[in-house]
């Protein structure tokens, strides 16, 4: 699987039968699903905590590390994914649209290289 070939469906499907083989459905209620999302946001921002933007790009030349990041990032997937599921939301539809609004918040005319201005 990559990104260029998998679907978000394909992985919804994969997330869902891993959890389905556990019996894990009935804890995949959206207050426990958003406090692991977050739970495991926290963990990957523990990598970068204490070093500054620049230094963050290291970790790329680590492969342990980015390994751990990887890890980190895939939990969040996974409950982003999981998620969008138990609450029947088409994350795809979800992110188009929020694209839509956050190009009419933020043009690209006014916002260019400038992460304060906003379009109110």
């Known amino acids: 699987m990559s ?4 679907t978000v469906d394909r992985l919804k499907e994969a997330v869902q039968q891993f959890a389905r083989e556990r019996d894990w459905g009935k804890f995949h209620n959206p207050k426990n699903l958003s ?5 495991e946001a926290a963990e990957l921002m523990e990598h970068f905590l204490w070093v500054d933007g620049e230094e963050s790009h290291l970790v790329k030349e680590d492969a342990a ?9 895939a939990d969040v997937a996974c409950y982003l994914l999981t998620m969008s599921y138990t609450l029947g939301i088409d994350l795809s ?3 188009r649209a929020k ?16 992460h ?5």
């Not at 406090?35 to 739970?39: E, R, S």
């Not at 694209?99 to 400038?114: F, L, Q």
């Open 93 to 95: 539809d979800a992110i």
């Open 116 to 120: 304060t201005v906003r379009n109110e």
């Open 3 to 6: 990104d260029r070939t998998t």
């Open 35 to 39: 406090m692991g999302l977050a739970a």
């Open 99 to 114: 694209i839509a609004k956050n190009a009419v918040k933020y043009p690209a005319d006014k916002c260019r290289g400038d």
């Open 65 to 73: 590390k980015l390994g751990e990041v990887a890890d980190e990032m």
